[in-house]
């Protein structure tokens, strides 16, 4: 990756920061335009993480594909026999981060397509709430053992989605109300809990990226101040949406761009759905609403560049 573009090497040349004749070994010291070595390091990942998915989405549609024709000892065959020789492989082969990482992706795909079909011939945990909880709480050892922050951030997303699929069912309703409202207090809580705690420890410890669970908080709050709009939520939410707002500015201020992006992304959000509520548009004001949403993006987008540029 490169932490200094072409474009912030022509402004220091602009603003006489950097001489005019140094320009060119500048940009063979940042490797721009990127080398041939530079590409086959990028092509060699990118086929490995596409090799590891199309492995494990491969095995998942043989098996549904030919559901009628294989029995029920030959689907798990099909299932268990990769899952197996791959779990030999992560024991006795040492391997470099990236392939050790890709390949436990391809040990999570294959686990929860197993799951899956343990579930549907045996109806045992057949319930969709069911099978993704199991493959969280299957995956955790897996990456304790594997040190791997991406199987960390797949159980974390299944979690979530057991426990939004567990609240359709009603059966949280057997404890205490929990409508629509209170799931996504629930869950933007949650993440925003986990952001907290995650930029609070050393980051050799932290089992996924802070950075995740801030977006996923944002996402959430971002939605119930959409829903607060048009008096679905509770008015509390925007004292939480602006701390949301301040914190992720805080935060990721000349750190972390995508992240300002997300801010700029809620912004625009309510900034629109407000002057829709408002305005109640006819095919005229929609025109308006678009021109409107294409002058804060532009806004937006040369803030973020602005913040790129200080930030390198």
Request: net charge positive; hydrophobic share 60%; glycine share 8%.
């Amino acid at each position: 990756m490169h932490l200094t573009s072409r474009q912030t090497l022509l402004d220091w040349v602009r603003r006489g920061r950097l001489p005019r004749a140094s320009l060119p070994a500048a940009l063979a010291l940042c490797d721009l335009p990127p080398g041939p070595a530079r590409w086959q390091w990028l092509f060699d990942r990118l086929l490995l993480w596409l090799g590891c998915l199309c492995l494990g989405a491969g095995l998942v549609f043989f098996v549904a594909f030919n559901w009628q024709a294989l029995g029920r000892l030959s689907r798990l065959a099909l299932l268990e026999l990769p899952l197996l020789a791959m779990l030999l492989v992560l024991w006795r082969k040492p391997m470099s981060d990236t392939p050790r990482q890709a390949l436990l992706l391809a040990l999570a795909l294959n686990l929860g397509a197993l799951l899956a079909l343990v579930g549907q011939t045996y109806q045992t945990g057949a319930d969709p709430w069911q099978l993704f909880a199991t493959w969280a709480l299957m995956l955790l050892p897996l990456a304790a053992l594997g040190r791997s922050p991406l199987l960390w951030t797949l159980a974390w997303l299944l979690g979530q989605l057991a426990l939004v699929l567990y609240w359709r069912l009603g059966l949280l309703d057997l404890f205490f109300s929990f409508n629509e409202e209170a799931l996504g207090w629930c869950l933007t809580l949650l993440n925003a809990a986990l952001w907290g705690l995650l930029i609070l420890v050393p980051a050799r410890y932290a089992l996924i990226p802070s950075w995740l669970a801030g977006l996923a908080a944002g996402l959430g709050i971002t939605l119930l101040t959409l829903l607060a709009l048009f008096d679905a939520a509770s008015p509390w939410v925007w004292p939480a949406w602006l701390a949301w707002l301040g914190a992720a500015y805080l935060r990721w201020h000349h750190r972390f761009i995508a992240g300002l992006a997300m801010g700029c992304l809620s912004l625009i959000a309510v900034i629109l759905a407000a002057l829709g509520k408002w305005m109640e548009p006819d095919m005229n004001g929609f025109l308006l609403l678009a021109l409107i949403a294409i002058g804060l993006s532009v806004m937006a987008s040369r803030w973020l560049q602005q913040q790129r540029r200080q930030h390198v």
